[in-house]
């Protein structure tokens, strides 16, 4: 019997158990088995579909509530208002503030270094394109200088569900389901958005900050201010007169909404209560584990779950402490923790299981003479980090490299340059950008611009993710240029045929190895806007 | 997409995400379920398509008659975009499996119509095969099973299997090119 014929009976009877194949047409490189695959479906519509559980509808229901829940997090920032306390302190700086963006963004910093621990209602509310407002939610929150925080839904969807990080655990208690999740710490990849501190270093980040205005929030004097980030649209920042610190943002208006969020309540405190911050599983309630890490002591017992001695990082480097130590039994990784005040790491170290191969979107360097890639922020987890507790987005930086036989990662930082900062402390190598020198195609492509910002728009409203990926507007472009009636079937290009070999994140240079491919290599930039979320444009090519 | 949908114009409160899901998960569930044949994937796909799709219909008013419409056409996306990770995570990917033509039959005269060519096709086959295409596909039988039913062994009935779905290819494209002919 032929691999095939087992291939197409292991195929049929998962569709048979109602599970998703291994293997379906849309992926098997046997083109026999793309056209039995089909059949075999095509067959099975003469049969009653199997309808799911009868609680489908109340699931389907729970998950968009949480879906809800989690988008609001996302797109909710951080503000505060009504602050009493730390009134001395605002005195004292009060004379530096709103006299340029500097001492703006540097008032709210030193305003925010006095508050210890904070607790206060904030109130989501989205208006669409025709004016008319709607109250999203009502969340109560608790948040501490050192990062820790805690989040209870009032009112909304997400009501009663609650979400701790005390700096050693990280668990939401969900009422409808009656569970308690827990997580590992870091990297909180669903980290409550509401920071002070994260919403200061934004305005820190962004292009411009100006004073546009006065007008009172929640019953308090602030000043409006307009932020123009390094990426995206413009905000609006209220910020207390009194407080020196954020009190309601206002997001641009994007697919008809725009959100408001305004802290309706505010005091101050040395700390969160304990109570709130103490993990506990309420009576009634089942504990799930959705970290795949396993704590350990000493570099020794790694050793002997893993099978292999990790390299020796044992000493945090200068200004950081090693936090823990973890390892994925399941994928034979080990990680280290390391944080200081401002940032926290996790290194990452396991046996290469396949030759480096970086994500399309990342830009490449070398660290110590070794191909490594930045992802800034992370968007694909290729390689090493696709084990483990997965981090997607959030702003998470990673840098990946290889190196006798072994993957590396550190991800974490507030920057790609504090990234690649600590990594060269931790690995005492240095990193540098791969060289763009000589970068001159042949043929140069012109550019439509209108067509290009009107694409970027496109893009940012969530339609046409691949124009992110300059391995794939490469593929698109030599695809054409070999078939250019059009493409109908797979594209003549293959995705094995492409190998990004530049990428500095601004201009990138695409290699195709198909030998009936007119074009060798594609040039691209990032001509619209020059950060992770600018599109790739061709501008030039070299004939093969 | 958005815009080919109508939006109310009335002061109709918009419906609750209870309502919604309740008048409109079953159509949307089967639409899925024809094209990956399997009730893990059918699932997972309705709910991600009411994901993305639930917060527009709710603010910009979708009329309820659209709501059916509006998920089937985010659910095609969604396939689109799973066959395309497919690819990214260094699979091949059919892309002519992006092919609306592909993806369509959800127009019941049409769905009538490959029911008819379908069964034509079974019929052509001979009795052997088309037994175990019953048993194995239409009934949903284990190898072990309908091994036992037809007194063969195991092997032979995954050879049979193999072969008929071969000559049912075959068939199914004779059909559709208007030359169908006898093939055993």
């Not at chain 1, 109560?140 to 050693?168: F, H, I, M, R």
Request: charged share 30%.
């Amino acid at each position: 019997m032929t691999s095939n014929e087992i291939k197409l009976s292991d195929f049929i009877d998962r569709l048979n158990a109602e599970r998703k194949p291994d293997e379906d047409e849309h992926t098997t490189d046997s083109p026999e088995l793309k056209e039995l695959y089909r059949t075999v479906k095509r067959v099975r519509t003469l049969r009653e579909p199997a309808l799911p559980e009868s609680d489908f509808s109340q699931r389907l229901v729970q998950r968009l509530k949480a879906a809800e829940q989690h988008t609001r997090r996302q797109k909710v920032w951080p503000w505060l208002a009504g602050l009493a306390g730390v009134a001395m302190v605002f005195l004292f700086i009060g004379n530096l503030f709103f006299s340029n963006h500097r001492n703006m963004v540097y008032a709210m910093e030193q305003a925010f270094q006095e508050v210890q621990a904070y607790h206060g209602v904030m109130e989501v509310v989205e208006t669409n394109a025709a004016g008319e407002s709607l109250s999203q939610a009502k969340v109560e929150v608790w948040a501490a200088q050192d990062g820790s925080y805690y989040t209870k839904g009032l009112e909304g969807a997400g009501a009663g569900v609650v979400t701790v990080n005390n700096g050693e655990q990280k668990w939401q208690v969900l009422p409808d389901v009656k569970e308690v999740h827990t997580y590992p710490e870091f990297p909180d990849s669903y980290r409550f958005a509401f920071e002070l501190g994260q919403e200061i270093d934004e305005a820190k980040k962004a292009l411009s900050v100006e004073e546009v205005g006065e007008e009172p929030v929640a019953g308090r004097e602030a000043v409006v201010l307009k932020i123009v980030p390094d990426g995206g649209e413009a905000y609006h920042l209220w910020v207390d007169k009194e407080t020196k610190l954020p009190l309601q943002k206002e997001s641009a208006l994007q697919k008809g909404l725009q959100y408001r969020i305004t802290y309706t309540s505010m005091e101050f405190d040395e700390a969160i209560p304990a109570e709130l911050v103490a993990f506990r599983v309420p009576e009634g309630y089942m504990e799930v584990s959705e970290s795949p890490e396993q704590t350990i002591r000493h570099w020794h017992e790694a050793e002997h779950l893993l099978g292999f001695a990790p390299a020796g990082f044992e000493t945090a480097p200068a200004g950081y402490s090693l936090d823990r130590i973890a390892v994925v039994t399941d994928e034979g990784l080990v990680k280290v923790y390391y944080s200081n005040k401002e940032e926290r790491f996790v290194f990452t170290q396991g046996k290469a299981k396949d030759a480096f191969t970086p994500a399309p979107t990342a830009i490449l360097g070398k660290l110590d003479g070794h191909t490594a890639a930045i992802q800034a922020p992370m968007g694909e987890t290729v390689g090493i980090l696709s084990g483990g507790t997965p981090y997607g987005g959030a702003g998470f930086h990673s840098l990946v490299w290889q190196e006798d036989g072994f993957a590396y990662a550190v991800q974490g930082g507030k920057s790609q340059e504090s990234l690649i900062a600590f990594t060269e402390q931790l690995t005492d190598g240095t990193f540098e950008v791969m060289d763009s020198g000589g970068w001159a195609p042949e043929v140069e492509v012109p550019v439509d611009w209108e067509k290009e910002k009107n694409d970027q728009k496109s893009v940012d409203s969530g339609s046409s993710p691949w124009r992110l990926d300059p391995a794939f507007v490469a593929q698109v472009f030599a695809s054409l240029k070999l078939s250019p009636e059009g493409i109908s079937g797979e594209y003549p290009i293959k995705e094995d045929e492409l190998k990004v070999v530049q990428n500095d994140g601004v201009a990138a240079v695409v290699e195709i190895t198909n030998e009936e491919s007119p074009v060798e290599r594609v040039y691209l930039q990032k001509l619209v806007r020059q950060d992770e979320t600018g599109i790739w444009t061709v501008v030039g090519y070299d004939e093969r | 997409m958005a815009d080919d949908y109508d939006v109310q114009k009335d002061e109709t409160p918009p419906a609750s995400i209870e309502e919604i899901c309740s008048a409109t998960w079953e159509p949307v569930y089967r639409f899925i379920y024809y094209r990956v044949q399997n009730r893990e994937e059918a699932e997972d796909i309705t709910q991600e398509a009411y994901v993305k799709a639930m917060d527009y219909l709710r603010k910009n008013k979708v009329k309820p008659e659209k709501y059916i419409g509006f998920l089937k056409t985010v659910a095609l996306n969604i396939l689109r975009d799973l066959w395309r990770k497919k690819k990214r995570r260094g699979q091949r990917v059919d892309v002519e499996a992006l092919n609306p033509k592909d993806l369509a039959l959800d127009d019941p005269a049409q769905a009538s119509t490959e029911r008819m060519i379908l069964e034509q096709a079974l019929d052509s086959l001979n009795h052997d095969q088309r037994h175990v295409i019953e048993l194995r596909i239409l009934q949903g039988y284990s190898v072990a099973d309908t091994a036992k039913v037809l007194e063969k062994k195991e092997t032979t009935v995954r050879v049979i299997q193999y072969r008929a779905l071969k000559n049912l290819s075959r068939i199914l494209q004779s059909i559709e090119e208007g030359t169908i002919h006898d093939i055993q």
